[in-house]
């Protein structure tokens, strides 16, 4: 089974604009039209990966070009699942940990917090990792993080703290509530944008179904 985890390219910080050009090619043996695009983005379009460079103070010298390949393919996740209302407030270490039933020990963790909700469809802000949530999050080793719900309205330095202890955070994922098994394969995908510490991505899930018995 396979899951695009991927939200429409959109965001709520820049802007997206794109003119097209047209190539006309032609030779004694073809014709066609390239179609040719220059395009402007911010860096908060869609999903997005945010590297700890994104946070000044806790850049560790790794951009879209030089992150290494093997931590975006096939990377073993673990599915963590809440139904949380909007408004709901603070996800704690207590919640995660019985929700799971245990610690997570894959380097990636996907936290789906908003049930089948995505996290347009809630009041911004309004349900949040807690710093014991954090704190649980990078005592288990998680190295990248994929969770519907990050900071409170009151920004209490979630990302500051994910960021210090080596984590990778991808916001604004869709489909969580799609993704139904415990573990999963986690492929993040991006161009290698020169200097970039945040940048849109494609992030997909897989998982084998189990057989059924004939």
């Not at 999903?47 to 931590?71: C, K, N, V």
């Not at 993080?145 to 916001?171: H, M, P, R, W």
């Amino acid at each position: 089974m396979i899951v695009d985890l991927t939200r429409d390219y959109i965001g709520s910080i820049g802007s997206f604009s794109q003119e097209t050009s047209e190539i006309h090619l032609r030779s004694a043996n073809t014709a066609y039209t390239g179609m040719i695009y220059q395009f402007h983005s911010g860096s908060m379009q869609g999903t997005y990966l945010d590297l700890p460079g994104h946070i000044r103070e806790t850049d560790d010298g790794y951009t879209a070009e030089s992150f290494p390949t093997e931590q975006l393919y096939r990377r073993p996740a673990s599915v963590i699942r809440l139904n949380r209302e909007s408004g709901s407030g603070a996800v704690s270490a207590g919640d995660l940990e019985a929700a799971f039933a245990g610690k997570p020990e894959t380097p990636v963790v996907i936290i789906n917090a908003l049930g089948s909700k995505n996290p347009d469809q809630i009041e911004t802000r309004s349900v949040f990792l807690d710093m014991t949530a954090v704190q649980w999050l990078i005592d288990a080793g998680c190295r990248m993080l994929v969770s519907d719900i990050y900071e409170s309205q009151a920004l209490e330095g979630v990302f500051l703290k994910l960021f210090q202890a080596g984590i990778c955070t991808v916001c604004e994922p869709v489909n969580l509530a799609k993704v139904t098994a415990r573990t999963v394969k986690l492929t993040i995908l991006f161009p290698k944008f020169p200097q970039l510490t945040q940048f849109p991505c494609r992030a997909v899930a897989e998982w084998d179904e189990p057989c059924r018995p004939l």
